[in-house]
């Protein structure tokens, strides 16, 4: 209305109508949401958002909620929380990679764990990660290139994802419960048969016998211990009562004293 008063005013009719298309067509190209400040958007069929080395330190908030794409590569991002993309019902491609993130929360992936098809975690400093973490994903999975420490919860989490093939064999144990898998890929060492959850209860068995061993040697060692102060404290008293004048004895002064008198 504002427009149609300017032109009415002020312009010739064609160039009035000219002013409207233009206003109409900008209007219809704005994007629906305002794209992060130290990111990049393009509409192709929904947002590519892409925020690729800008030295972030954190997932951008207030991200479109059409996004398809988010490019959040070579950064500094260290943590990914709960629920940290849970607005972005959209979200087929998630690109994490060449950052420094050591934790993944359970639940990071919540509301966007039916729609997306690719997530990269690679080149990161991830050695665990919570069961839960991928709950329901269905994306291909990179997590070539991170510190793994193999034991059963990385092998649980690991059980139910759908890792990408290309990098696969990159998933290596940096580390492991058991010395001879490490710098294996994790999916050999688990193709191979190695259960390291039965290791696991196993170590955790041996712990508690060992624990239990050493409750039982202090509780045989006090009760040592207490029989022998007795047996001191007892001799001790019968060579006290020893050293006491007999009865017999103290009787006889006694008659020998009386008769004195």
Not at 28 to 49: E, K, L
Not at 64 to 74: A, W, Y
Not at 114 to 143: C, V, Y
Request: contains cysteine; hydrophobic residues 35%.
């Amino acid at each position: 209305m504002g427009a149609s008063r300017w032109c009415s005013s002020s312009v010739r009719p064609p160039s009035c109508a000219s002013l409207v298309g233009t206003l109409c067509l900008l209007s219809s190209v704005m994007p629906t949401s305002t794209c992060p400040q130290t990111c990049h958007c393009t509409d192709r069929n929904g947002v590519v958002v892409q925020c690729t080395s800008r030295n972030l330190e954190s997932i951008p908030p207030n991200l479109p909620p059409d996004t398809v794409v988010l490019l959040l590569s070579s950064n500094r991002i260290k943590h990914v929380t709960k629920e940290a993309f849970t607005d972005l019902r959209r979200l087929r491609e998630l690109d994490l990679s060449q950052n420094a993130i050591e934790s993944v929360e359970a639940g990071a992936f919540q509301g966007i764990s039916e729609g997306l098809r690719n997530l990269d975690l690679s080149n990161n400093q991830l050695s665990s990660l919570p069961k839960d973490t991928f709950a329901k994903l269905h994306a291909r999975i990179r997590l070539s290139h991170n510190p793994w420490h193999c034991e059963c919860s990385l092998q649980e989490v690991l059980r139910e994802l759908r890792l990408d093939p290309e990098t696969i064999n990159e998933v290596i144990c940096f580390t492991s419960v058991q010395e001879e898998y490490v710098g294996q890929p994790v999916i050999q060492v688990l193709d191979s048969g190695i259960n390291f959850c039965n290791f696991h209860h196993k170590t955790t068995d041996v712990a508690m016998f060992v624990a239990m061993f050493c409750w039982f040697s202090m509780v045989t060692a006090y009760i040592i211990y207490y029989i022998r102060h007795n047996q001191e404290d007892a001799r001790r008293h019968m060579e006290y009562l020893k050293s006491l004048p007999s009865t017999s004895h103290v009787s006889k002064d006694y008659d020998t004293a009386s008769s004195v008198l």
